[in-house]
């Protein structure tokens, strides 16, 4: 077992970073929503900012920084991935000037989706209590865990989230200008997904805003 160990490690500054997929962010891609209009950072690129609908100015996403960042070799969002032991999937700097990086979603909402439930259900956050007291920490849990020993506590469904979450075998419909994206791990459950919880996507968002 060594969900125990140290995430990071002594005699680096920052052994990895975490976040959740970007995609899920309200503002992933530029964009208006009135207008059906969604632009590729490359298109941003190309045809600027200026809405072609309404001729105002477009709300620029979050891609569009990101974009900003790969240029000067910052981001990761091309670089080369790899699997550690956990089949956790970490996306790694080529030129080494960033920690690797893993995208991961909340736990909670691995488990809402595994047991076709909420967030907000009781069960719900009772499985996610006894994973976090069993294994010491969402993030051990979701990253340093067995599947195996996942599904002994909280059964076969939750753990191949955690393994699906982990090689990022998970399905994502961007969201754009004020418009939430979803983040779904089981492809079949994407048609009548509807957004469970607005102020925890809320604090994703903001966190996310800060990371780029
Ligand atoms: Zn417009």
């Known amino acids: 077992m060594q969900h125990s160990s140290q995430l990071s490690a002594p005699r680096t500054k920052v052994a990895y970073t975490i976040e959740f997929y970007p995609e899920e962010g309200k503002y992933h891609y530029t964009g208006h929503r009135n207008c059906k209009v969604v ?8 045809n600027g900012t200026t809405c072609p609908v309404c001729q105002r100015k477009l709300t620029v996403g979050v891609m569009h920084r990101v974009q900003q960042l790969a240029a000067r070799g910052i981001s990761n969002f091309q670089f080369p991935i790899s699997n550690d032991e956990f089949g956790v999937r970490w996306i790694k700097d080529e030129d080494g000037k960033r920690p690797p990086f893993v995208k991961l979603v909340p ?5 809402a989706e595994a047991l076709s439930s909420t967030t907000a259900s009781g069960k719900v956050r009772e499985v996610f209590e006894n994973l976090v007291e069993k294994f010491g920490s969402e993030m051990a849990v979701l ?6 020993e996942i ?8 753990a191949e989230g955690v393994g699906k ?24 459950e994407i048609q009548n997904s509807k957004l469970k919880s607005q102020n ?3 604090e994703k968002v903001s966190e996310q805003m800060g990371l780029f």
Do not use: H
């Open 39 to 46: 632009q590729m950072p490359e298109e941003t690129k190309t």
């Open 107 to 111: 736990l909670l909402e691995i488990i």
């Open 143 to 148: 990253l340093q865990t067995d599947t195996a």
């Open 151 to 158: 599904a002994k506590l909280a059964g076969p469904r939750v």
């Open 165 to 188: 979450v982990r090689s990022g075998d998970i399905v994502i419909a961007p969201g754009f200008d004020g418009e939430y994206g979803k983040v779904k791990i089981w492809n079949t």
């Open 200 to 202: 925890s996507t809320e």
